[in-house]
């Protein structure tokens, strides 16, 4: 069962683990197991996808109860009036904070996304970060005696493709075990270290106004496990 973070008569929200699919994708055929269809099955009834999180991204995934709903909801998002918060673990010290402003082209899928157009711009993408915690443990994961980490809270403005995930390793400072844009040398350390490794992404909070009364919710999802040992991996203590 997954854990529910919230829940009314409009929307569900839940704390979606890393490695689930939010729904059905023609690239992972095998997979039986999907958000939506286990919040539906949990709770008795339909949901209708209103956002969307990466498959090894865990944290706060949000749904209507309606088709109405969905699109009061989509509404929101789509007048940014949804305020999203990341957590994620990254190579290298980032000091301090700032705003990633990179815009970037969507990444297709020769599968999933075969049937977009050709024409593939660079879109806006900002990200505001913050550095909550840094460390460094006496590894040679790469060609330095030791290694250095960041915990980082991250804002996107924007909802593109990746865009967190980007926006980091085009700082170099990539997301521990991402598979897509990480350093190679530090997924298979972290591979070889933890059973439970996964990407170091998690979204933890969701703020936006209720699509009927307008009141704001805040909607927080704590740390899995799997999250919580790569912080201990990399001698980081998530201040509460």
């Given at each position: ?98 705003v990633i402003d990179h815009p970037l082209s969507e990444n297709l899928d020769k599968i ?129």
């Amino acid at each position: 069962m997954l854990q529910i973070l919230y829940q009314d008569a409009w929307m569900v929200a839940v704390n979606k683990p890393s490695g689930l699919l939010v729904h059905r994708s023609m690239i992972d055929r095998h997979e039986t197991q999907f958000a939506m269809q286990m919040v539906r099955d949990q709770i008795g009834q339909r949901v209708y996808p209103v956002h969307r999180l990466d498959r090894p991204t865990s944290g706060v995934l949000l749904m209507a109860l309606s088709s109405h709903g969905a699109k009061l909801i989509s509404a929101i998002i789509e007048a940014r009036k949804v305020a999203k918060t990341y957590l994620a673990i990254c190579r290298g010290h980032l000091n301090d904070e700032g705003v990633i402003d990179h815009p970037l082209s969507e990444n297709l899928d020769k599968i999933a996304d075969r049937h977009k157009s050709g024409h593939n711009l660079p879109k806006d993408a900002i990200t505001a970060y913050r550095c909550i915690e840094q460390s460094e443990i006496p590894v040679a994961i790469n060609r330095y005696p030791s290694s250095r980490f960041s915990l980082l809270q991250l804002n996107p403005v924007h909802g593109r493709k990746h865009q967190i995930r980007r926006h980091l390793a085009h700082l170099r400072h990539p997301i521990l075990c991402d598979v897509n844009y990480g350093d190679n040398k530090y997924n298979r350390y972290f591979k070889a270290q933890l059973a439970d490794a996964r990407l170091a992404l998690h979204a933890s909070r969701l703020e936006l106004p209720h699509p009927i009364n307008g009141q704001m919710l805040t909607i927080d999802a704590p740390l899995d496990n799997s999250f919580k040992h790569l912080l201990n991996a990399v001698n980081i203590e998530y201040p509460r």
